[in-house]
């Protein structure tokens, strides 16, 4: 999550990819007189403290503040401001001072929250998916073509998951529009690559890294030797139907990328996010996927002041891209936890640093952005229709299922191969397993869905997607991790819903019809 987390995010093996931000907060009057946490005036007035480790920070204004006024506040501390967004309220900035973020929570009139995105230093230069791509051979690649019948791209035979969620009849009545874009949140996309480049908008696309948005042309591409899961996701949401490799969910909208990862880790941080949902926001995009969990916390725990910050932060930026008309999507992880229990054990967090293992409630200890509210939570299926052995799951968390791959789940493809076959960097083509599959099949058939319905609204949308979901009760067995059929005890139903699948299982044919 930060990563791409189990299942979702970064393109190293995971770690494993519900606040509404209140605004009405307290006046500001006093702000730019409040003692920067000292008492005495002359403490305050004194030079900032500038040995620590340089870190990165996201400040969370009051209702009533100003950006002006915060800005002021930021440098006093000894901080260097990085972007602002007037319209949610959040500053991005960095600091030296090991006592900034002290400083400035103490000026209450002006601030809510304030946190650092990170335990680690800021390096000059992660996603979630489940094990590390396969590249497709030379001869599956031949024995999926001579088994292709007409209307089929070449690679299409090896697609079950298309199969899985009627997208190939949902093609043949409409493929999407070209007046819907669907907005990568990601490691960036190889827009070069044919399968990709009919359909790709540069107009939408950007660099987030560091927070603020790079758009130079070709700035959204993957590190030379950076990941490959963007491309993948973004292949598997648009792939063209133009006869070569595969197809997409809607091969007939746009997608844009937005890279959010850092070079070298793959790490997703805040201040990055929160620049891609913003420019999502202020660009025009109707979806965004986002197969990730934020770094560097697995769970963020409002109990501390820094993890509290992060949540209020993303929590603005994604509202506000509702408000704008944005749908966002998010693969539930990779880690095989139930998102709706009272007790998960996280020892992967700080992934930037050395984890210490704690014991979270996910109640008040979110996964973000998946268990921000608005958001589409999404779980993985295999080609079985069970849930994938390594997807989180919860009862009420779900909102709906998509094929993410299960090797276990072997289907009968030309391939025989279980995970979801996609555009990969350089013009090829992989196979990757992972909630982070998962979700840009629920964000293809909300492009479809849009396509269908130009004015629906972001809740509008997720409520259609709910709504035609293919219902799947909760199975006697599923998979585990090593590939042994056990008792599905930890899936649980009520209200129609399961645990494992949510409302159902997204259905491309209907969201057309």
């Known amino acids: 999550m930060a990563h791409l987390g189990p299942g979702r995010r970064r393109i190293a093996v995971p770690v494993g990819l519900a606040l509404t931000a209140s605004l009405a907060f307290l006046p500001s009057v006093a702000a730019s007189a409040a003692p920067l946490g000292n008492t005495a005036g002359t403490a305050a007035a004194a030079k900032p403290d500038t040995t620590g480790p340089k870190l990165s920070y996201v400040a969370n204004l009051t209702t ?5 006024a915060a800005k002021k506040a930021v440098e006093r501390a000894g901080g260097t401001v990085v972007t602002s967004y007037e319209q949610i309220g959040v500053v991005v900035a960095h600091s030296q001072n090991p006592d900034f973020a002290k400083q400035l929570r103490a000026q209450r009139g002006l601030f809510v929250s304030v946190g650092a995105t990170r335990t680690a230093p800021l390096q000059t230069v992660a996603t979630t998916e489940e094990g590390t791509t396969q590249k497709l051979s030379a001869a599956d690649a031949a024995k999926a073509a001579a088994s292709a ?51 790709f908008s540069k107009g939408q696309s950007a660099n987030c890294v560091g927070g603020v948005a790079d758009t130079t042309d070709g700035a959204w591409r993957p590190y030379p030797d950076g990941s490959d899961h ?27 990328a937005i890279k959010v990862s850092e070079p070298g880790t793959s790490l997703f941080f805040t201040e ?22 934020v770094d560097p916390w697995l769970y963020n725990c409002k109990a501390d002041d820094d993890q509290k910050a992060l949540v209020e932060a993303l929590g603005r930026a994604t509202k506000y891209a509702e408000r704008k008309g944005v749908l966002s ?14 007790a998960i054990l996280d020892d992967t967090s700080p992934d930037d640093g050395t984890p210490v293992p704690r014991t979270i409630d996910p109640h008040v200890c979110l996964d ?11 779980s993985a299926t295999g080609d079985k229709g069970f849930k994938a052995y390594y997807s989180s799951f919860g009862l009420g968390v779900v909102d709906v299922a998509a094929p993410g791959g299960d090797k276990w789940q072997v289907p009968a493809t030309p391939d025989a191969n279980g995970r979801v076959l996609s555009t990969v960097p350089g013009g090829g083509y992989g196979y990757k397993q992972g909630t982070s599959m998962a979700g840009p099949h629920v964000a293809g058939v909300a492009a479809l869905l849009k396509s269908a319905h130009p004015k629906a609204t972001p809740s509008q949308l997720q409520a259609m997607l709910k709504a035609q979901a293919t219902k799947a009760a909760c199975p006697e067995k599923v998979y585990d991790a090593t590939g042994a059929l056990v008792d599905a005890t930890t899936c649980q139903s009520k209200w129609g819903q399961t645990g494992y699948y949510g409302y159902g299982v997204v259905d491309a044919l209907k969201a057309v019809k």
């Open 149 to 199: 019948t007409d209307g089929q791209e070449p690679l299409e035979p090896n697609q079950w998951d298309l199969r899985a969620i009627r997208a190939d009849q949902a093609h043949k009545i409409n493929d999407g529009s070209r007046n819907v874009t669907v907005g990568v949140i990601d490691t960036g996309v190889d827009d070069t690559h044919p399968d990709l480049a009919p359909n």
């Open 230 to 256: 963007g491309t993948h996701v973004a292949g598997t949401i648009a792939a063209a139907r133009n006869g070569i490799g595969v197809a997409g969910v809607a091969p007939g909208v746009q997608v844009a």
């Open 329 to 342: 999507v998010a693969s539930a992880g990779n880690s095989n936890h139930d998102l709706a229990s009272n």
């Open 64 to 68: 009533y503040a100003s950006v002006k």
């Open 368 to 378: 973000i952005p998946t268990q921000l509210p608005g958001v589409v939570t999404v």
């Open 272 to 293: 990055a996010v929160v620049c891609g949902f913003m420019f999502a926001a202020e660009k025009g995009i109707e979806v965004t996927n986002n197969s990730y969990y």
